[in-house]
């Protein structure tokens, strides 16, 4: 994919932003709220945003939420422990998944299918490294030992990833729609 021009990269970046600000104080969702869109962002800014200072923004940008939603939203800081300084490598494999990716992406099925691979990957490292780190590292449980450990991994896993490669598949889809459209558009002779 070749690099965004600045209007599109600063239209993408707010709403990427508005999206993460939008759905990261209720994680899981429910009838009212979507559920967090916190890992597919950090995913899709690798994939299209790509900068290390873009990256950085969105960590502190979480971390900025994430006071906010303790400070005054009365969200409970059960998860904010020493762990929490993991929280940057955990977004950094899903960010630098996307960004490895990102020149092999266009509006091919393989090519989509090969970055909903990547994000597949990228998530399942990511949520291994929040949670491992929260199990091993939290103190939150007095005797930590890899069975628990396995089960809570089980346990909590495939939501968070399941909620990332749905918001992934929505991007990939509407930038495969988009690209195929605007190539209809702009061929010479394009049948109407």
């Not at 939008?22 to 916190?38: N, V």
Request: proline share 4%.
């Amino acid at each position: 994919m070749k690099p965004l021009s600045r209007t599109t990269f600063a239209w993408l970046c707010a709403m990427l932003a508005l999206l993460m600000v939008t759905t990261r104080f209720k994680h899981f969702g429910d009838a009212l709220h979507l559920p967090d869109a916190s890992m597919a962002v950090f995913f899709l800014g690798g994939l299209y945003l790509r900068r290390h200072l873009a990256f950085v923004c969105f960590v502190l940008l979480a971390v900025l939420l994430d006071e906010v939603s303790i400070h005054y939203a009365g969200i409970s800081d059960f998860c904010v422990t020493a762990a929490y300084a993991f929280l940057p490598l955990a977004y950094a494999a899903l960010w630098y998944g996307g960004r490895l990716y990102a020149d092999r992406l266009c509006a091919t099925v393989p090519s989509l299918l090969g970055a909903f691979g990547v994000a597949v990957l990228s998530a399942v490292l990511s949520f291994a490294i929040s949670n491992g780190s929260f199990y091993w590292l939290g103190g939150r449980y007095a005797h930590p030992h890899m069975a628990e450990y396995v089960q809570r991994l089980w346990q909590w896993g495939p939501l968070f990833v399941r909620t990332t490669l749905t918001y992934v598949a929505v991007a990939l889809l509407v930038q495969g729609l988009l690209q195929r459209l605007s190539a209809r558009v702009a061929a010479p002779g394009a049948r109407a």
